[in-house]
């Protein structure tokens, strides 16, 4: 389950969609014989209505990266020659650099 936590991660700071996040866990969900039932709650409710209900129901969580994973996560990802891009990754550290 390491992997789906890693998978919110991606999708809590917004490197992939909703929709992309469902597509993978329905692979996933494809290949497996007996399906995890955290995977199939979490295609057919999403992961904002699953990360809304209590840690005893959901228990599956992001992974809380520290500020040097997201930003070489965030970095990696970063198109260099969009500023609106550049922009956002100024803000964003910005943010974080205040605490």
Known sequence: METLSIALSLWKIGFVSSEELIAWVDAQIQMSDNPDEFLVQLSLNGPETCLKRPIY??????IELTFTEEFG?????LDSQSEPEVSNLIKWATVKCMG
């Open 57 to 62: 129901e959901f228990p599956i969580r992001p």
């Open 73 to 77: 996560l965030r970095v990696s990802m």
